[in-house]
């Protein structure tokens, strides 16, 4: 069964098709195509609370990667938002930014989208990724698919938040320091600050984006990102080191908690910020692990 959209400009030749896609019973979900001003097509997940819209509209969480991980974070939203005064999480609609034909993660595409260019690390020393996409794909967020949400659901103005993990972590905090204006709440689990240290920290030095109204600011990592976990310790001692070596270099515990200082001392008016350090977790099962205390933070119950 599929509902018409018409797009921005109204006309018959450009319409949104939405289609169910229910992962879970509970929640209405709904997905549709729409491409970006340069033409790249995305695939676009909706979920909707169960409950009746307040009069002021639901808050609205957007999350990347949403072909991996939509599904995840719509079952755990559910399951917080039956009871919001025990859980202390708000209902509220999920809008997951995906790519058309994708399962799982579409390494081709976040590659471009989620970064401002290149990375030294040696990592990628032989990749064939095209990066440098993020300013083009900020500009679709905003002016083509939050219009989009805007005009088709009862959501709560100035309450969006944006979520993204690994290098979608990243990108938001990019988004966080750069156009702090854009959403309200801002969820970065396990960024890779090592993409590129030195321009994320550089933005905090100059202060070239100092939010004019308050945002909620959520970090995360695992404890097991320094070094292997016991669990990936099984293999032979050269990819062992070689794994070691990978985590060292990339210094997640440490650069998160560099930011996590810089936040705190250059907006301690603007900034509401939580970091958490989640013990026995690793880059990929800190996901799991924070998606909670994130949603707790930024759609904290009785506070619309």
């Known amino acids: 069964m599929k509902e018409q959209l018409r797009s921005l400009n109204s006309t018959p030749e450009d319409t949104i098709e939405f289609e169910a896609a ?22 676009i997940f909706v979920s909707l609370p169960r409950q009746a819209p307040p009069p002021e509209g639901f808050p609205v969480l957007y999350m ?22 025990a859980t202390g999480v708000e209902p509220a609609i999920i809008v997951g930014i995906g790519y ?20 030294d690390d040696a990592f990628y020393e032989d990749t064939t990724y095209t ?18 949400i805007r005009n088709r659901f009862p959501i709560r103005e100035g309450h969006e938040t944006i ?20 959403f309200s709440g801002y969820v970065a689990i396990s960024p890779s600050i090592w993409w590129n240290p030195d321009r994320i920290f550089g933005h905090i030095a100059s202060r070239s984006a100092p939010p004019e109204k308050p945002i909620r600011f959520f970090l995360a990592a695992g404890g097991w990102e320094t070094e292997p976990a016991p669990w ?9 080191l070689e794994q070691t070596n990978l985590r060292l270099r990339r210094r997640m515990n440490d ?24 013990a026995d977790e690793d880059h990929s099962s800190i996901y799991v692990a924070s998606l909670p205390r994130a949603l707790r933070f930024v759609l904290p119950a009785g506070q619309g």
């Open 22 to 43: 229910e992962p879970t019973r509970q929640r209405r979900c709904l997905r549709f195509e729409i491409a970006s001003q340069a033409g790249l097509p995305y695939e």
């Open 232 to 240: 990936q310790r099984q293999d032979t001692p050269e990819r062992n």
């Open 163 to 182: 979520l993204g993990h690994s290098l979608g972590g990243y990108f938001v905090v990019e988004l966080a320091l750069t156009r702090p204006e854009l």
């Open 100 to 119: 058309p034909q994708t399962e799982g993660y579409n390494q081709e595409r976040r590659h471009l989208d989620l970064t401002s260019g290149p990375t």
């Open 64 to 85: 990347l990667d949403a072909n991996a991980d939509f599904t995840l974070a719509d079952q755990v939203m559910e399951r917080l938002t039956r009871r919001p005064a």
């Open 255 to 278: 650069n998160i908690d560099r930011l996590s200082e810089c936040c705190r001392s250059t907006y301690p008016e603007t900034v509401t910020l939580r970091t958490e350090r989640i």
């Open 131 to 148: 990066f440098g996409g993020q300013h083009a794909f900020i500009a679709f967020i905003c002016d083509r698919l939050k219009p989009v």
